[in-house]
Structure formats: structure tokens, C-alpha cells
């Protein structure tokens, strides 16, 4: 199964998913100019990594294809504290894996998580209350 699917740059909008140069990002702006005498309208799409938050930006024709990751919002428990991961347990698979530690979330082992995953990588989003 893929990570991506193939969309238009005219399709993205604002809180959605491009990837850009490799890695998988949210929309956070969406710039347009008209088309010109010599050219078609051009897009300006500035996004933040999911994982990383670094700034990436495209500048594509609006009829150019780009590449949306296929990102699974899921629910996990904490099995353990490892450091700087925690080894946490999907709610539905039941299967275990090691993702590395969000300090925006405060949680611990026995705490259930959401997570997102895309691409292979994985962040904890925040705690279930």
C-alpha cells in the first residue's frame, strides 16, 4: 500500500496534507496569482512538518500534481517510559511499537494516547482524557 495519493495543487486548502520535498506536511497558507500572458496561475503553498514543524514552501502551477500523505489518526496505551520514547500499544491492532517522546503531552506509562501516523513515522498528538 502507498503512503501518498496524487492530487492537484488547486485542491489543497488550509489544515490539510502536501508533502514537500519528502516530508509530510499541514497547510498553513495558500497563495494564488492569475494567470499571465505567458503562463498559468501559479500557487504558493507554505506548510509546517507534522513531525518536525519545519517551514517548507512550494511554488507550483495550479494544474501541477503533488503528492498527499495518508495520515491515520489512531488511539494507543503507554506500555513503557524508555528514555526518549515511549513504547506504546495500538488500542485496535494491539501491536507494539516505539515512538519518540512529545513533551507537549503529559503522560506516562498506563496513560492512552492519540497518535498520528504517516509515512512510517509517528508523534504522539496528545493524552485521552
Known sequence: MADYMIAQVKDLKKGKYVIIDGVPCKVVDIQTSKPGKHGSAKARVVALGIFNGEKKQLLKPVDAEVHIPIV?????????????????????????FEAPKNPEVNAGPGDEVEYMKAMGQVKVVRKRS
Open 72 to 96: 491515520e489518526k489512531k488511539v494507543g496505551q503507554i506500555l513503557a517510559d524508555m528514555g526518549d520514547q515511549w513504547q506504546i500499544m495500538d488500542m485496535e491492532t494491539y501491536e507494539t
